[in-house]
């Protein structure tokens, strides 16, 4: 039996054929781990949303608490109880 050896046209399309496909896998490729960077990131901003709900489903719940009320009056509008003093340190 003789074989036919392929013609340099033959080999030179099954070259650029892998060419394209090793480039088309290795774009692919890039556009996958940017999607996962994107993925990643928004997972983290959902679960920091999580926790900032979870804060103020708690301000909401705690709100009528007069120690949690007393703590938001001197820490936001830096009141202070009769007979309290403030010391602030400077550097």
């Known amino acids: ?4 050896k392929a013609s340099l046209l ?5 070259l650029t054929l892998l060419i394209g496909t090793a480039t088309g896998l290795l774009t692919m490729r890039s556009q996958l781990q ?5 993925l990643a990131a928004a997972q983290k901003q959902v679960e920091e949303q999580k926790q900032v709900n979870a804060d103020l489903a708690d301000a909401v ?5 007069p120690d949690r009320q007393a703590d938001l009056a001197r820490e936001k509008l830096g009141l202070v109880e009769p007979g ?3 010391f602030q340190f400077t550097d």
């Open 1 to 4: 039996m003789k074989l036919k």
């Open 61 to 65: 719940e705690n709100s009528g608490d």
């Open 34 to 38: 940017a999607a996962q960077a994107d």
């Open 10 to 14: 033959t080999k030179l399309v099954i």
């Open 84 to 86: 309290e003093y403030v």
